[in-house]
């Protein structure tokens, strides 16, 4: 099969003590030409893509899981977390942190 093209399909922050990654996922799209050639229509197959635990937000499980331990279990305040997420380079209201 030869690939036609991707599409970036999301991103997601992903939490490593003490640093932010940005993680990019691509969604490749591949052509079989042997079908093509055989018949009229193409035959089209995309790769999957990760799940994600909320849609349409950069935060990861690893993002998720940090925030809940600070908050329940170490009850850091919300001033404070969003603090450390400033500092780590994520804009992150109290608000955001809250809900």
Partial sequence: MKEIG????????VFIPEQL?????????YKCQA???KS???K?????????????SLGSGSII?????HK??????NYRQEEDWHKLGLPIS???IAN
């Avoid at 990654?21 to 799209?29: L, P, Y």
């Fill in 35 to 37: 079908c093509s050639q």
């Fill in 21 to 29: 990654k940005r993680i990019t996922h691509v969604q490749h799209v």
């Fill in 72 to 77: 329940f279990n170490l009850k850091v305040p």
């Fill in 6 to 13: 991707s599409t970036v399909q999301g991103q997601e922050l």
């Fill in 65 to 69: 899981a940090h925030t809940i331990h």
């Fill in 44 to 56: 089209v197959i995309k790769a999957p893509i990760p799940k994600v635990p909320l849609a349409h």
């Fill in 40 to 42: 009229l229509s193409d």
């Fill in 94 to 96: 109290r608000k955001e």
